[in-house]
């Protein structure tokens, strides 16, 4: 299995980027996906997550109504669209894989993880 996030850069706060995380060796459509993200010196943080079926969503607090998280069965694709980004939004980015059945940003229940895609806010 391999999850791979793209999408990173360096952007200006107030502006926007979009994240996707190509899954592949997998049903793509059986798992629940969610983003993460680990700031410097800090534990790694849920961001947002979208069921396998109907799509439910679940967000931290701290990116509602700034970020939204969908995807895309047939590309198995899952995309992070983030606007308003502020500084505090700079940390790696990172996509994981669940065989849950409702959005969670518990970390033990994604069994596949990817390799992270950086995202820096300048002020």
């Known amino acids: 299995v391999q999850l791979q996030a793209s999408g990173g850069g360096l952007v200006q706060a107030g502006g926007w980027l979009r994240l996707s995380c190509a899954a592949s060796?997998?049903?793509?459509?059986?798992?629940?996906m969610g983003w993460f993200r680990q700031a410097p010196g800090k534990e790694r943080e849920f961001v947002a997550a979208?069921?396998?079926?109907?799509?439910?969503?679940a967000y931290a607090d701290s990116v509602k109504g700034r970020f939204i998280v969908s995807r895309d069965n047939v590309a198995s694709t899952v995309y992070l669209q983030m606007s308003g980004l502020k500084p505090e939004d700079t940390a790696v980015y990172y996509c994981?894989?669940?065989?849950?059945?409702?959005?969670?940003?518990?970390?033990?229940?994604?069994?596949?993880w990817g390799q992270g895609t950086q995202v820096t806010v300048s002020s």
């Open positions: 994981a894989a669940s065989r849950g059945t409702l959005p969670t940003g518990t970390e033990s229940e994604y069994m596949y």
């Open positions: 979208i069921s396998w079926k109907v799509s439910m969503t």
């Open positions: 060796g997998l049903t793509f459509s059986d798992y629940l």
